[in-house]
């Protein structure tokens, strides 16, 4: 079984974020600058995690409400509640979240489900997920190749 501190240990221990009160503009420079397709929104004066702003955020919300990029606040697109897991959650849970709330960037958060200003130790996003699972199919495929040919001798 594969816990999400599992994952946190091969990503870099940086977390990029935004401030709500900054442009999308802003948030969309950083996230082509560190190449990642999300951000968690902190608040500046507490650092808690306030919402999520994501490529998706952008492509679905900022036009279609005539607006633009840099005379708009992240926090107007933000995307919240956020959900987050734990580090002692499981893969499986991830997957879960991931599937029934279409996302794709979860924070990790010493709090439940659904952050509720709490601070954050990671994010992991769907690839990091599906990378954990496919290698996982591997070590099981494996050992019962293993098995299988075991049971021969």
């Known amino acids: 079984m594969t816990f999400v501190k599992q994952l946190l240990q091969g990503k870099p221990a940086e977390?990029?974020?935004?401030?709500?009160?900054?442009?999308?503009?802003?948030a969309l420079q950083l996230m082509a600058e560190k190449n990642v397709g999300a951000l968690p929104v902190i608040d500046p004066d507490s650092g808690n995690l306030?919402?999520?702003?994501?490529?998706r955020d952008y492509a679905r919300k900022l036009i279609l409400k005539g607006k633009s990029s840099q005379a708009t606040a992240v926090e107007e697109l933000m995307s919240f509640p956020v959900y987050c897991?734990?580090?002692?959650?499981?893969?499986?849970?991830?997957?879960?979240?991931?599937t029934t709330k279409h996302i794709r960037h979860?924070?990790?958060?010493?709090s439940t489900a659904v952050c509720d200003g709490s601070r954050m130790v990671g994010m992991i996003?769907?690839?990091?997920?599906?990378?954990?699972?496919?290698?996982?199919?591997q070590v099981l495929i494996k050992d019962l190749?293993?098995?299988?040919?075991?049971?021969r001798s």
């Open 106 to 110: 979860l924070p990790v958060c010493n």
């Open 15 to 26: 977390i990029w974020s935004i401030a709500p009160r900054d442009t999308v503009y802003k």
């Open 145 to 151: 190749e293993n098995y299988i040919v075991g049971g």
């Open 125 to 137: 996003s769907i690839g990091d997920v599906l990378k954990a699972v496919i290698a996982n199919q």
């Open 50 to 55: 306030v919402g999520m702003f994501s490529e």
């Open 85 to 98: 897991v734990r580090p002692d959650d499981t893969l499986e849970t991830c997957m879960e979240l991931i």
